[in-house]
């Protein structure tokens, strides 16, 4: 089953990356670019933290942090805090494109446990595993996924490329770059 939670007005939903990974001064990633940035917005009084909750997402090292805030705050404001606090920089910048084309859900956690302590998930979905990025013929065979998930990270700009060839290296200079360069391998 997959737990789907989607952002509500007061919520900051955020996917951290290398929470596991020990830093040399000592810490986490997960405290150098969430702890520390949530702090100094709640000491600046920017943000009106109610509580935080994290849980482990399907990849291993991986959290999910959700932020309850005491009020609500606009999709906008919400999109740019969750970047700011650490959360995936690819998810991120999706977010923020899905939002721009006035998707409903432009921001939600998908969770292979119910979070405890924290609220209902919004909806559930029979899926085992996690949920592809990237939908065989743009179709969605989970209904849940059809409902809330939007378009993807490569439907929003562009799939990456699978070309074999992609590690030969073209220099762009300093000044105008031509499109061919850009485009050549």
Request: charged share 25%; glycine share 8%.
């Amino acid at each position: 089953m997959a737990f789907w939670y989607l952002a509500h007005a007061d919520e900051l939903l955020l996917d951290v990356d290398g929470a596991d990974v020990q830093l040399e001064r000592g810490g986490t990633r997960l405290e150098m670019f969430c702890r520390r940035r949530l702090r100094d917005g709640i000491v600046a009084g920017l943000l009106k933290v109610k509580c935080v909750t994290a849980a482990a997402s399907y990849t291993p090292g991986h959290l999910h942090v959700c932020v309850t805030l005491h009020r609500p705050m606009p999709t906008m404001e919400r999109l740019i805090w969750q970047s700011w606090l650490g959360s995936d920089l690819y998810r991120s910048r999706a977010d923020l494109m899905r939002a721009h084309r006035g998707h409903a859900y432009p921001s939600l956690l998908i969770a292979p446990d119910r979070y405890p302590r924290l609220r209902d998930p919004d909806a559930v979905c029979s899926c085992a595993g996690k949920h592809p990025t990237v939908l065989a013929e743009g179709v969605a065979a989970c209904p849940v996924w059809a409902e809330y998930r939007g378009p993807s990270p490569w439907e929003c700009f562009g799939a990456p490329s699978t070309r074999p060839d992609e590690g030969v290296r073209v220099a762009l200079r300093v000044g105008r770059w031509s499109l061919d360069d850009i485009l050549r391998v």
